[in-house]
């Protein structure tokens, strides 16, 4: 059993920075896979990045490659999400997700443990 809790959410203007982070805690924390996904009104949930139990792989949309980074620190049982050059488009409840033994990837039915959620707003 995985307790997931995201943070890091707020209001930024487009062409901003914020820093997602997702605690992790239970057992085994280090077996799982760990991906970011995303919710805006109206629309379906969809997969931002995943990265793998060592940190060693990951995977993004494209719509966030080159603008988003995603790193663990197991030590810390911690997964960030750094995001640049925050688009209005980008604004959603974005939550943090865990697969054991998986590898990051997208398909959000391999997901077993969810966060509830942080939100994040990009306006002017």
């Known amino acids: 059993q995985l307790q997931l809790v995201e943070s890091g959410g707020g209001l930024v203007q487009p062409g901003g920075s914020l820093r997602l982070s997702c605690e992790i805690s239970?057992?085994?924390?280090?077996?799982?896979?760990i991906g970011w996904f995303r919710q805006a009104p109206g629309k379906e949930r969809e997969f931002v990045a995943g990265?793998?139990?060592?940190?060693?792989?990951?995977y993004y949309a494209d719509f966030v490659k080159g603008r988003f980074t995603i790193s663990r620190d197991n030590a810390k049982n911690m997964v960030y999400l750094q995001m640049n050059s925050l688009k209005p488009e980008d604004t959603a409840v974005y939550s943090c997700?865990?697969?054991?033994?998986?590898?990051?990837?997208?398909?959000?039915?391999?997901?077993?443990?969810w966060g509830q959620g942080t939100q994040v707003t990009v306006s002017s």
């Open positions: 990265i793998g139990r060592s940190g060693l792989t990951a």
């Open positions: 997700a865990a697969d054991l033994l998986g590898g990051g990837q997208s398909e959000q039915y391999k997901y077993d443990y």
């Open positions: 239970g057992i085994d924390v280090d077996l799982h896979a």
